[in-house]
């Protein structure tokens, strides 16, 4: 499959063993409120970023998982020699979080990890991604606007084998502190989406998206101590300020940095698009 034949959003792509695995939500159940067959998810794999394989499902839920609908956002990350999978999950019974999956492969089959949501149980919270911070393990996550209306991005502190979180959440930023760009998606509130934490020459930044002239975009903050918990900043300047998002850094095989979004932000026309980036546009403007 070429790229512009895959529908998905918030792509994911890891690089391991001479091959590109890619995660992502399935895009057409995106927004189903309801239980629905084949609820779950899936990996391409290439080993030229050009030509990829058929979509291979590595998780399906079974009629016992907490979660049953809007699956969204997949990443999967290599910690202590295993394979986990963070993803997003909801219920008519419990709020959405993002819980963590298992496996010792990249390709699957994953399976539960954490006791359902490792984010807080009474917050709506979406998008987890994985951040290890001298050997502490954090997950940084979406407060949803839905919720507050001001969404934030925070972090918590996740137990070194990652199937639960331990101590309490902090915020990192709220993303009304974006203006003058961000606009409110519902003339009242702001948007977080999709955080995605890498070092760029020892400083600490933080790819994430929201709403601004352009529609769905994406933004880069940073910590001003290249700690977790340091003061965050939200540059004035828009790594990609068109109808895309949701998007991550990663190198490949030939150690080159590439960025991985979806665009356009409609449903069912998202697709996974990359691009080379060099680390000068990663840096404060």
Known sequence: MKLNEINIRDPFILTYEGKYYM?????????????????????????????????????????????????WAPEVHLYNGRFYLLASFKSDVAHRGTAILVCDTPNGVFMPHSNGAVTPKDWECLDGTLYVE???????????????????????????????AVGEPFTLWKASMAKPWVIPHDGVSYVTDGPFLMNVDDELICLWSSFGKGGYVESISRSNNGKIGGKWTIDEKLLFEKD????????????????????????????????????????RQ
């Open 134 to 164: 001298n050997g502490t393990p954090y997950m940084v996550f979406c407060h949803e606007w839905t919720q507050i209306s001001d969404g934030e991005v925070c972090a918590i502190e996740l137990s070194q084998d990652l199937s639960c």
């Open 23 to 71: 995660y992502g939500t399935r895009a057409t159940n995106t927004w189903f409120q309801e239980k629905k067959q084949g609820y779950g998810f899936d990996v391409y794999e290439s080993t030229d970023l050009a030509e990829w394989s058929q979509p291979i499902s590595i998780f399906e839920a079974s009629e016992d998982y907490w979660g049953k609908y809007q699956f």
């Open 244 to 283: 895309g998002g949701h998007g991550m850094i990663f190198k490949d095989l030939l150690g080159n940095l590439n960025f991985v979004y979806h665009s356009p932000n409609e449903t069912p026309f998202e697709r996974p698009c990359v691009r080379k980036i060099e680390k000068e546009m990663l840096k």
